[in-house]
């Protein structure tokens, strides 16, 4: 799973998207293993994981519908002690480590679900073009172009030896429904996937950040993955059954799987800290996703490659442009813990003031409007964070800044 470098990039992140990825993975797990049990116990403990889900992030609401449609076909022995478990637990633990809902839970939850229903719009650059919602392939095309070709194969191959174990158990039902069996396990990774992928790709479901939003889907699509490997090198093939012993069977096993991950890290270690502008092999990479009008870079990771240069080359009490206003913070912070110098003042706004010695800003095509926009266009930085020869982030000096205002002055 951290060999995908956008999901090694978003599990360092003090951000509510890795956490739900883990409690909806483990809330779906436990549903599978209250199912193999059937005990109250087990259930118990399924409907307490499936409320940490809840309490964790929205898609943690997304867990029943993996849930129940895969009991209600694999292990219809417990269904009701499930939902008794989700119907009690499930809302009891989401109240319990929720202060704020304590003193008004049920107006209070209507509140939170409103808001991200209407949540503001943020907008996206896709394919060239931008949205405020992005079409529904969004998520799709995304994994696509982000997970390394190397587990993108796996996954098909998991893909093709799963459909036909989902067939083989339709046509041999009695044999194949077990929770506990190959089959039933299958089944609820391609109904986790499905339902994800599904939320994700609703017309008005939000879609921006690159995977972040629907980042739930990766640990089924690893254990995919993993699926479609250990199929392919399982039994021998026919072209060298007789010709490897079983010793230097499992030795090629071994090496062919080293490779895979191998492959898989050395994604992680060539964007690194950077992972979240992976781009891989199917759209040429950082460059080709440049040339294909995706978005290089959001969330500000690449602002704190600035943090030694404004040390170094701002004089006491100097200040600094920051594009846009919300990155702020993100210096603010790194200030308070002593990264970047105390005295050094931060500007936000639409456009510099002449008393900026400096602006920062990363190449988010969206973002890239007004003064930031000219800049990137028409002005050297002096100081600037490359992946794969792509800029993520330019610095540009007083000079510049200068240029810019006289140039909007103009316009």
Not at 195 to 221: H, I, M, T
Not at 389 to 406: F, K, N, P, T
Request: net charge positive.
């Amino acid at each position: 799973l951290l060999g995908m470098p956008r999901v090694f990039a978003h599990a360092h992140l003090t951000a509510l998207d890795a956490p739900v990825m883990a409690t909806t993975f483990v809330a779906v797990f436990a549903a599978w293993w209250a199912a193999v049990r059937g005990t109250w116990g087990a259930a118990v403990v399924a409907g307490v994981a499936w409320g940490l889900a809840l309490q964790t992030k929205l898609n943690g609401f997304f867990v029943p519908f993996i849930v129940f449609p895969w009991v209600l076909i694999w292990a219809r022995k417990s269904a009701l002690k499930l939902l008794a478990a989700y119907a009690v637990a499930g809302p009891l633990v989401l109240l319990a480590l929720w202060p704020w809902l304590w003193f008004a839970p049920v107006s209070r939850f209507i509140e939170y679900v409103a808001f991200h229903l209407g949540h503001y719009p943020v907008g996206t650059f896709y394919l060239g073009k931008g949205y405020l919602i992005a079409p529904w392939h969004y998520p799709f095309v995304m994994t696509a172009v982000t997970v390394p070709v190397g587990v993108l194969l796996c996954v098909a191959v998991g893909l093709h030896f799963a459909g036909r174990e989902m067939a083989r158990a339709f046509r041999h039902w009695k044999e194949a429904s077990d929770p506990a069996g190959g089959s039933g396990q299958i089944a609820l990774i391609l109904l986790a996937l499905l339902v994800n992928y599904l939320f994700a790709a609703l017309p008005f479901s939000k879609k921006y950040g690159g995977v972040r939003l629907f980042l739930p889907v990766f640990p089924f699509l690893a254990l995919l993955a993993a699926y479609g490997l250990s199929r392919l090198l399982a039994p021998p093939w026919p072209a060298v059954r007789g010709r490897l012993s079983a010793a230097q069977w499992t030795q090629l096993r071994v090496g062919v799987s080293l490779v895979v991950l191998a492959l898989a890290w050395r994604s992680v270690g060539l964007t690194h800290p950077y992972q979240m502008s992976y781009y891989n092999a199917l759209i040429g990479g950082i460059r080709g996703a440049e040339r294909a009008g995706m978005e290089i870079t959001y969330w500000g990771e690449s602002y704190f490659a600035g943090i030694p240069f404004f040390n170094r080359r701002v004089p006491r009490g100097g200040t600094v442009w920051v594009w846009p206003q919300g990155y702020t913070s993100l210096l603010e912070q790194a200030q308070k813990g002593g990264l970047l110098r105390a005295d050094i003042r931060l500007m936000a706004g639409d456009q510099p003031r002449p008393e900026a010695l400096y602006g920062i800003f990363q190449n988010r095509a969206g973002e890239l409007i007004g003064c930031a926009g000219l800049l990137w266009r028409t002005c050297r930085p002096v100081h600037t964070v490359s992946v794969g020869g792509v800029r993520l982030m330019g610095i540009y000096d007083q000079e510049a800044l200068q240029r810019c205002r006289s140039l909007k002055r103009k316009s």
